[in-house]
């Protein structure tokens, strides 16, 4: 059997592209004092897509754990308030005035940085990009 090198394999590529894009947006982020979770967090409840631990973690698909500190900076910071319910899986997460303000600041940002990464391929690339993406990641879902 014949293996082909290292710089042959996909993974490879993969891992470089998202080491270059993990970082370049950390540093967009750093300015703000917020994470790339604290943001994955901010949004998805701003966006209204999820509202507690339990629904952050299966949407953003992190383990409740790691959803509940993220929540806990987050509130620390004074970006989103927890209301406490009966106990802590049914505490609601809304965001506060200063969290949509500094959503609305770093959407631009997200947007922009998105845009200069994407600036090397076509519309058309993009689209097959998107796909191709999803495909593979519905083969781990799979398994």
Not at 34 to 57: G, K, Y
Request: proline share 3%; charged share 20%.
């Amino acid at each position: 059997m014949q293996y082909s090198n290292l710089n042959q394999q996909i993974g490879f590529w993969l891992g470089r592209l998202n080491a270059q894009i993990h970082n370049g947006f950390e540093q967009c982020l750093n300015p703000y004092d917020i994470t790339i979770p604290e943001w994955n967090v901010m949004r998805c409840v701003h966006d209204r897509q999820a509202d507690s631990v339990t629904t952050l973690a299966k949407f953003i698909q992190i383990d409740k754990a790691a959803i509940s500190r993220t929540v806990e900076k987050l509130a620390q910071k004074q970006h989103i308030l927890v209301i406490p319910g009966k106990d802590r899986r049914s505490q609601q997460i809304f965001i506060t005035q200063q969290g949509k303000e500094l959503t609305t600041t770093l959407l631009e940002i997200t947007y922009n940085f998105q845009q200069q990464i994407l600036s090397v391929l076509t519309p058309e690339e993009i689209y097959q990009f998107e796909i191709i993406l999803k495909k593979m990641l519905s083969v781990n879902a799979r398994n």
